[in-house]
């Protein structure tokens, strides 16, 4: 399950050699998950961890883990770059080393990642507010990537346990865990793929230092011609971003070329759409005829 060519496995050996790293987030234990029952990952971030690995065919191995989640029996837990680390108590009184790794990105792909962000002014405004977006992820998969893992190549599960399930119970209650860390902070995912909060921050500041001083932004991802994927624009979220709309509109042309939503969403859509325009108008000091 290796999935790096230039590093070794991640073994029980590893396991066995571990040592806090400078960077890691560490939560005394026992750690317990909140939730009680049902479901673990109530916000929206804490959901998409654990949708991943839905999507993966994963989650009903994970599912043993929700008891050992919510009894203690993650006696520490540790997150740094890549790589969550924690101590959990077996049945049988045996403390295991258990370690739910992450792919991280590499800096050329941060650093596309970065640009791609600071392009985008609310992105980058609210980030800098202390904020993350929940449609941030769009961002990333407009430049190929993505914060959730989307493929078994993305995480490792590694257990010192006889357990040979993957991941085994000790491994989910961990995964678990990290889905309410991430309800908490989902800057936990920047952490996970390599980059601390206060990184992540820095270098986008620096980008709109740049950015303000004249100097030009590396570019990232073209944005899409209106007509693109037209089947898919009104049933669900898509990576691509919009990145300009007409000062003036003009019988609403990014409606026409959508084409006729569903219900009766489209005469909401044009008088918002208005609404927006003469008070775009009004910020601007024009007329409605945008003069």
Known sequence: M??????????????????????????????????????????????QWVAAMERLGVTGRLERGKRYARNGAVLSLEIGHGLSFARVQGSYGYAYRTAVELKTFSDQEWTRALAALSEQAIYA?????????????????????????????????????????????????????????????????????????EQVLAALRSHRSSAANGEV???????????????????????????????????FPLLRQLGQPPGNAASALQELYNEMSVEAFRWLGLDDNGE
């Not at 190929?144 to 085994?168: N, T, V, Y």
């Open 125 to 197: 405004a609210r980030l800098l507010a202390g904020e993350m977006p929940a449609d941030i992820e769009a961002v990333f998969q407009s430049v190929g990537l993505s914060l959730f893992p989307r493929s078994l190549k993305d995480i490792l599960f590694e257990c010192s346990c006889p357990d040979w399930g993957d991941p085994c119970k000790h491994a989910a209650a961990v995964y678990y865990l990290l889905a309410e860390q991430m309800d908490a902070d989902p800057f936990i995912l920047f952490h996970l793929r390599g980059r601390t909060r």
């Open 2 to 47: 290796n999935w790096w060519d230039d590093e070794p496995e991640f073994d029980e050996y590893t396991l066995n050699d571990y040592e806090t790293p400078p960077e890691a987030i560490v939560l005394d234990g026992p750690v317990r998950a909140v939730s009680k029952r049902g479901p673990i990952g109530t916000e929206w971030w804490g959901r």
């Open 217 to 251: 932004l590396p570019e990232t991802a073209e944005a899409p011609s209106l007509d693109a994927d037209l089947a898919a624009f009104w049933s669900g979220p898509t990576h691509h971003l919009i990145r300009a709309v007409p000062l003036i509109p003009d019988a």
